[in-house]
């Protein structure tokens, strides 16, 4: 789905790997100019140098910010720069705002000592960065009308919104209101003509995912159990992406969307086929063959 309109942009929250990375690649190709914030130390930018040439290379502009996402200075900088350099003249809007922020806290909210424990602090942080920044990035947008009919509002959500994992209180938390903001905004913007949807995606290789502890066996397990037969990718999701760009998706709204490939609906206790727990004597008695799959 190649785009015309060489004034459409997409805000990505993340973008430096992972989803973000995936679903900017795709985009540019896709027609979209990057207006991306990430947060990188030395080490990671050469992968953001990539991306950037990645995106140049299909003739979209790559306009990135290496800062803090949930700093509300910096984010007013960052808008208004965009406004005085491409909105002002160019009347560029922002078609896409897709919320890929993986910075939190992995500890127990209750430990076996107060060293442990999770603080006030990177609570209230992990909430801040991992959901409340969604809100106002979508606000300010909104204020200096940047997004309008037609645009759409993704955010990364996984099944850490339902279920508990060890250390992952604060993040858990976090995607929960992450959910009940993005809800909340499709309500809230359907109005105007804006579509906001959550994206859960499977367990992926990710940078944020290897910072789980036990990520390899939750990627085992996912892979075991996956019908694809694989684990999910960062590219699965931004293929999503913007097949739900296209008119067509314009009333699906308010939803939180499985891109997984049916993971989610799987229970893995650690079976190798279908049959490996057949009650043999129970086959042997009926009339079913299960290797009749005609």
């Known amino acids: 789905m190649t785009r015309k309109d060489t004034n459409a942009w997409a805000l990505i929250l993340g973008v430096s790997s992972g ?39 299909t003739g979209h502009r790559a306009v990135f910010y290496n800062m803090n996402a949930a700093d509300e200075t910096k984010r007013h900088e960052v808008l208004d720069t965009f406004i005085d350099l491409y909105h002002r003249e160019g009347k560029a809007e922002v ?13 127990p909210l209750i430990g076996r000592n107060e060293s442990e424990m999770i603080t006030k602090a990177q609570l209230e942080m992990t909430l801040d960065v991992m959901a ?65 949807n959550a994206l859960l995606a499977g367990v992926t290789d990710t940078p944020a995912l290897n910072k789980i502890p036990g990520a390899r066996n939750m990627l085992f397990a996912a892979t075991a159990k996956n019908p694809a037969g694989r684990a999910t990718m960062p590219e699965d999701v931004a293929r999503a992406v913007v097949a739900m760009m296209h008119p067509g998706f314009d009333f699906i709204n308010g939803n939180t969307i499985g891109v997984d490939g049916g993971e989610s609906k799987v229970n893995y206790v650690g079976q190798k086929n279908t049959f490996q727990y ?3 004597n129970l086959l042997a008695e009926s009339t079913w063959d299960p290797t009749d799959v005609s």
């Open 95 to 107: 078609k896409v705002l897709f919320h890929s922020l993986a910075f939190g806290t992995l500890k």
């Open 132 to 196: 409340n920044s969604l809100v106002y990035w979508t606000q300010d947008c909104v204020r200096r009308r940047l997004i309008g009919r037609g645009a759409r509002i993704f955010t990364m959500t996984s099944d850490g919104a339902s279920m508990q994992l060890p250390y992952y209180g604060a993040v858990s938390a976090a995607k929960s209101a992450l959910e009940s903001y993005t809800r909340q905004l499709a309500l809230e913007l359907g109005p105007r003509g804006i579509i906001c």
């Open 19 to 57: 989803f973000g990375a995936a679903t900017a690649r795709e985009l540019a190709r896709n027609g979209y100019h990057i207006l991306g914030v990430h947060l990188d130390r030395q080490a990671t930018m050469p992968a953001v140098q990539r991306l950037v040439h990645d995106i140049e290379k």
């Open 278 to 280: 057949a009650d043999l």
